[in-house]
């Protein structure tokens, strides 16, 4: 869905916010920057607005892939050495000391591998489907119940669980679980030394995803703009996403010594953004023009600002 550069500039505004013109160095970290046409929008925004930050600012792009930085590179051509590449988010490859300035995401963690759990209601635990071929496809296996599912970590995933719902859980109750998002996210707050740790996705809470309700989990594939559920069909041609959980990965920074400062849907985020905006007399003369519509885009509840919300975390 196209959003325009009204996105990034909207960023760019509440990164600036969080750090005033100074005269030391600052960074700004994006894991999965795509094509790199966000970064520009976030730096074009800083250099025409905050040429104060923008002149100590180092801007990293967390990217393990060859061809999506070649894709960065050239999209951010004109902005010389302001930009910089790591293959991960590891002190290896950034600054050793650790970050000052903000790590953010967006539409990363929702990509990353799922396990996918089930409810046995009669034993009371969770056991895990995994993927076999079958006739020439791709299909669903019970994986053998030998104890590989660590149920003490799956429980301590799942946060404060009653045991009324239990009760009522179906059989066969479908859960995804992430250990690779939690895992990135932790990082993330460990390399984070002062600053905001960002992350905007498709997600919810563990009280959301834990209903009995939501009995086939959130997995889901894309394939031309359409949803499915069949995420083992067309292997290679469609992407896989599963909901993040917001609850896991709040708790993941808090354990890091994070401190929660936001956790809120997208509109609202972004609202809170545009509206200091307009209060500081920072909206430019082309917002009713041609970014209205970009805006309505980003935060109708029908359309985005429904579907993604924002966890910002804080160290300093």
């Known amino acids: 869905m196209t959003t325009g550069g009204l996105f990034g500039e909207l960023l760019a505004f509440q990164f600036a916010g969080w750090r005033d013109e100074a005269e030391k160095g600052w960074q700004i970290v994006e894991a999965g920057a795509h094509d790199g046409r966000m970064a520009a929008d976030i730096?074009?925004?800083?250099?025409?607005?905050?040429?104060?930050i923008f002149d100590a600012l180092q801007y990293w792009i967390i990217e393990p892939s060859a061809k999506r930085r070649a894709w960065q590179a050239q999209?951010?051509?004109?902005?010389?050495?302001?930009?910089?590449?790591?293959?991960?988010?590891?002190?290896?490859?950034?600054?050793?000391?650790?970050?000052?300035?903000?790590?953010?995401?967006?539409?990363?963690?929702?990509?990353?591998?799922?396990?996918?759990?089930?409810?046995?209601?009669?034993?009371?635990?969770?056991?895990?489907?995994?993927?076999?071929?079958?006739?020439?496809?791709?299909?669903?296996?019970?994986?053998?119940?030998?104890?590989?599912?660590?149920?003490?970590?799956?429980?301590?995933?799942?946060?404060?669980?009653?045991?009324?719902?239990?009760?009522?859980?179906?059989?066969?109750?479908?859960?995804?679980?992430?250990?690779?998002?939690?895992?990135?996210?932790?990082?993330?707050?460990?390399?984070?030394?002062?600053?905001?740790?960002?992350?905007?996705?498709?997600?919810?809470?563990?009280?959301?995803?834990?209903?009995?309700?939501?009995?086939?989990?959130?997995?889901r594939a894309y394939y031309k703009h359409t949803s499915s559920s069949d995420v083992l069909a067309r292997p290679g041609l469609q992407d896989i996403t599963a909901h993040v959980n917001f609850s896991a990965l709040q708790a993941a920074g808090e354990s890091a010594g994070l401190r929660t400062d936001t956790f809120c849907w997208q509109d609202q985020?972004?609202?809170?953004?545009?509206?200091?905006?307009?209060?500081?007399?920072?909206v430019d003369s082309e917002w009713t023009a041609q970014k209205a519509r970009q805006f309505q885009t980003l935060t109708h509840p029908e359309q985005m600002g429904r579907k993604f919300r924002a966890l910002v975390q804080s160290r300093g």
């Open 75 to 219: 999209t951010l051509a004109e902005f010389g050495e302001r930009v910089q590449w790591a293959s991960a988010l590891s002190p290896e490859g950034l600054p050793h000391a650790g970050i000052d300035g903000v790590i953010f995401s967006n539409e990363l963690l929702d990509a990353m591998p799922v396990q996918r759990l089930a409810w046995n209601a009669e034993k009371r635990e969770w056991f895990e489907w995994g993927v076999s071929l079958g006739s020439g496809e791709f299909v669903w296996q019970v994986l053998p119940q030998d104890g590989s599912v660590d149920q003490g970590r799956v429980w301590a995933r799942l946060g404060e669980f009653p045991n009324e719902l239990l009760d009522v859980l179906p059989n066969g109750f479908v859960l995804e679980v992430s250990p690779m998002a939690e895992q990135w996210y932790l990082s993330a707050a460990k390399i984070l030394r002062n600053g905001k740790l960002v992350t905007i996705d498709y997600g919810l809470t563990t009280e959301e995803i834990v209903i009995p309700e939501r009995t086939h989990g959130t997995l």
């Open 43 to 52: 730096l074009t925004w800083l250099r025409n607005n905050r040429p104060g």
């Open 269 to 282: 985020f972004l609202t809170s953004i545009a509206a200091q905006q307009w209060n500081k007399n920072e």
